[in-house]
């Protein structure tokens, strides 16, 4: 019985094909099917039926690893929600959590009188030139298209950008 077990070998050509240059990959998970979560410098990749999906880091908003179902989710900015079942996680869920924080750079709460809150976050792009990318994420009733709202998240997003960039 070995001690440890190696991770599975994957052919990430594919990923390779889609980003134009090798990834960097930090860590990888393996499912029924050919399904493989891949968590590299710059984005994380899920591969099903064939098929490779990207997503930026700045882009994932968080996830979360079940290990009594063997599932991990997340999900983007934009609250799209995905899912994968790994066989093997190997280091995913440590490696996911590690980008995550490495592409938020400041995370501020405004609240959105009389009902809500509006967190505003600013986010890099993992890449060599990397970019700010800025959100607001309301909470609790807040409407961003409500103008006392949206002007004090333009003016937490200003203050930011003039504190800390």
């Known amino acids: 019985m070995a001690i440890f077990k190696r991770p599975t070998r ?29 968590v590299t410098r710059e984005e994380l990749a899920l591969r099903r039926d064939g098929q490779w999906s990207v997503w930026r880091w700045e882009r994932v908003a968080g996830g979360s690893w079940n290990g009594d ?19 093997e996680e190997n280091r995913v869920p440590e490696a996911f959590r590690e980008r995550v924080l490495a592409s938020t750079l400041v995370q501020s709460v ?13 986010r890099r792009d993992l890449s060599a030139n990397p970019q700010t990318h800025w959100y607001a994420v309301p909470s609790g009733g807040a409407d961003l298209n409500d103008p ?18």
């Open 10 to 38: 994957v052919d990430f050509s594919g990923l390779e094909t889609l980003l134009g240059a090798k990834p960097q990959v930090l860590a990888h998970g393996v499912g029924d099917a050919d399904l493989v979560l891949a």
């Open 69 to 87: 179902t063997s599932t991990f989710r997340w999900r983007t900015m934009d609250n799209e929600r995905f899912d994968a079942v790994l066989t």
């Open 110 to 122: 405004v609240d959105a009188s009389p009902r809500g809150q509006v967190q505003v976050i600013g």
């Open 148 to 165: 006392h709202t949206r002007e004090a998240v333009v003016t937490e997003t200003d203050r930011l950008r003039t504190e800390y960039f």
